[in-house]
Structures are given as C-alpha cells and as structure tokens.
C-alpha cells in the first residue's frame, strides 16, 4: 500500500498527540480522513472565545467583549482593549504615561518593582499608544494588566484605605486595640530601654513634648542579675514615670538564634515583663490594656532610619524637631520653650550616649501618627 509521505494524522498514544504518516486509500471515513490529513500551518491559530455570560452561565447574542487565545493558550494583548471604552482607554494610558513610579504606587498592583518597569518601559519604547502594550511590561500579565486598569479607573475608596490603616495598626502594636480608644487618648509616654538606661517621652495628643528624660540603671555584665535586682531598678523608673492613658514599650528586633546575643536578650525580656506588669497594674480593674509595644523597626522605617535591615540614630531627626519648634509656626513637634535650650545642651553634651532618649520620643510621635494619619506615611 502507498504512503502518501507529505501527509500525517495526529492520533492521541500514551497520553501525547503524534503525528503519523497516512496511506493514501485510508481506510478512515471520509470526514475524518480530511481532517488528519491536512497539513500542519506554521502560522499561529487564533481562537476566539466570549467572556460575557449570563445569569445562566450561557453567552448572550449580544456579546461585544471578546478574549484572544493564541496557540499557546495565552490571551493576546488586543482583547484588553476591546474590555474597556474610548473614554476609559484615554484615562487609563493617560495615568499609564504621565504617573511617576511614585504615584504609580498608590494604584492596587502596581507597589514595588511593577510600577518602576512601567516608567523605565515608557522611557525606552516612548508613551504606551494602547492598553495591549502594558502586557509588554515585565511582571505584568494580561490578568494584571486587567486589575491594573480597573484600579486606575476605580481608585480604593475610603473603606479600603482605612481597612488598611487599622491592619498597620495591628501589625506594629500589639497587642491590638480598637482605633477608636487610641484615637481618645490624652496622652502617652513612650519608654525605651536599653543595657544601661531607661529613657521616657511624655507627650500629649497635640505631639507637645510634656517630659523626657532618662535613668541611669544596671551596667549589664556576664553575670546574671537575680529578679529582686530587676524589681528593685525598675520599681524606682516607674515612680519617676508620669501617669498617662497608655505606655508605649518599644519591642527589641534580636533574633534568637543568635546565641551570643542571648544575654542581652534576656535582659530585654525580663525588663519588658516586669515593665508590663508594673505599669499595668489597673488592668484588672477595667480590663482594658494600658501598655502596649511598638515594633522598633516599623518606626525606624517610618522615618527613614533603616539601611537593610539596621536601624541608624535618630540624633540628625530629633534636633530637627527641636529647630523647628523655635522657627516654625507649627512645627511637627512642639517643645515647651524653657526647655529647649536645655535639650539642646545635653543632645550635645551627650550626644553618643542617649540614644534611648532619642529613640523614646521618636516612638511617641510615630505612634500618633500611625493613629492620626499625620505626617510621613508607613512605608511597607
């Protein structure tokens, strides 16, 4: 029997589609013997398939709105023009060719690496002419892509951006409570501590600077303090603490695993318990938490004090925040008058050996503005 060499059959063996050689008189039907015989294009097929269904899970007559597949399976970038109208697409590349990285940002998905490639993208290749050219984006697929335009056109409301707030919330203080109640506070006093001293910020809800100082304590040597030594140090901090509505400690980020770090470590936690304890002592009565913690990094990153995963001094901010409470009509921190001079001098004075006293009020002010929304936002 002849073999027709120019022809194939594609049959399905061993879970695989092959193609096989075809004799010329087949024994196939007809229909079927056209089908397998046909040549194999090298041109991509294109198949169209509707994306508009009704209640009934069926495609209406009247479907407009079209996805593109390729032979690969991949939805081709022109369907994504054909989702949105006119108006829409001239909003979209508007934002698309004009946003800087920065604001591209604040649009869902588009955070990180996403938005730098959109700018970087644009600069080489020149505006985006379509909304099928933001496929060629790195990192943006064609489902992306969708949500991308759809945030643009819809930007997240309010519900949304305060859902958002209170998870930062309840990210970096723990352990969580209400916005509501942090929102009704008078005033707070923020309290680092280190392996020699322990320093404290009381300021009120108007971020007024009303105490801050620190106590000399222990000197942390290889020895081992018994409790009653805690107890003892701590007890005389506390009476020189004023009373305010919640305590802020600031949480150590000293990882466990590294053992040489064990006694420092140790040390933090024994006094952050025994700070918890001591200044918490109403709890009882009305079962609501007066002390609470604050991640030391999500501060430091708030104020743009980390470098990697290291957290510099926050000396340079702080006497910022003591110029600009004698020049500016509202500065972001207000100092009492009668003490600025005198804060000045010891930040001087001591400039290396404070560094708890720096961090305690750089706490407080953070901490009202993740509350109150002011100044700098969170960066993640």
Known sequence: MAWRTNLACLIKAGGRWRWLPVPEHSFLPPALTNICCRRKSTAPEKIVASVVFDTNGKEPGNA?????????????????????????????LHVLNTASSQELEAFRLLRGRKSVNIVEHRKKFGPFQS???????????????????????????????????????????????????????????????????????????????LDWQQAECWKLTNKTYPSSIYLEEISSVISKIPEADLYILEKSGLSIQNTTLFPILLHFLITEAMLYALLNKTFAEDGQHRVLSMNRNAVGKHFDLMIGDTRTSGRELVKQFLSESVLKKEPRVFFPQDRVVRYRQKILKASHHIEELYDSLLQAVAFYEFVFGRGSELKC
Not at 68 to 74: A, M, P, Q, R, S
Not at 164 to 191: C, D, H, M, T, Y
Request: some cysteine.
């Open 64 to 92: 407009l709105d079209k996805l593109v597949f390729d032979t690969n399976g991949k939805e081709s970038g022109d369907a994504l023009d054909k989702l949105f109208s006119r108006e829409q697409q001239a909003s979209i």
């Open 131 to 209: 909304l099928e050219s933001l496929i060629d984006v790195p990192l943006i697929q064609y489902k992306t892509a969708v949500q991308v335009c759809n945030s643009i056109l819809c930007p997240e409301s309010g519900r949304k951006k305060r859902s958002q707030e209170k998870w930062l919330l309840g990210k970096f203080i723990k352990p969580a409570v209400q916005r509501e109640r942090l929102k009704a506070v008078n005033s707070i006093v923020s309290i680092v501590f280190g392996t020699r001293r322990i320093a404290w910020a009381h300021l009120d809800r108007k971020l007024t600077v």
